[in-house]
């Protein structure tokens, strides 16, 4: 299993950047796909999630739900994170991570996550 994730940079608060995370190595049309991030000091946290098998089931944090739009392309094995209306608080590393088999209900959790990418650094300069 691999997951490379991309589209990291520096952007001034207001701006926007794409994030993007190429799959490989599982059948990806079946996989929970998520989006964490960790800032310095910080524990990593939940971000997205958007769930496979054909279901709509797409779960977002309350700090990014409204500027933050996560969609997948299972055609390409691609998982994608559309970050609008970037704050210097959205500064981190971002981590997608992809698992089969979770609940509904605990796929915000990152311990849940068997399958992770290396990560990208998004910093937003105020």
């Known amino acids: 299993v691999q997951l490379q994730a991309s589209g990291g940079g520096l952007v001034q608060a207001g701006g926007s950047l794409r994030l993007s995370c190429a799959a490989s190595g599982f059948t990806f049309s079946r996989y929970w796909m998520g989006w964490f991030r960790q800032a310095p000091g910080k524990e990593r946290e939940f971000v997205a999630t958007i769930a496979g098998l054909g279901r709509s089931t797409i779960k977002y944090s309350d700090s990014v739900k409204g500027r933050f739009t996560i969609s997948r392309d299972n055609a390409k094995n691609t998982v994608s994170l559309q970050m609008n209306r970037l704050q210097p608080e959205d500064t981190a590393v971002y981590y997608c991570?992809?698992?089969?088999?979770?609940?509904?209900?605990?796929?915000?959790?990152?311990?849940?996550?068997?399958?992770w990418g290396q990560g990208t650094q998004v910093t937003v300069s105020s």
């Open positions: 991570a992809a698992d089969r088999n979770l609940i509904v209900g605990l796929a915000t959790t990152s311990t849940e996550y068997h399958y």
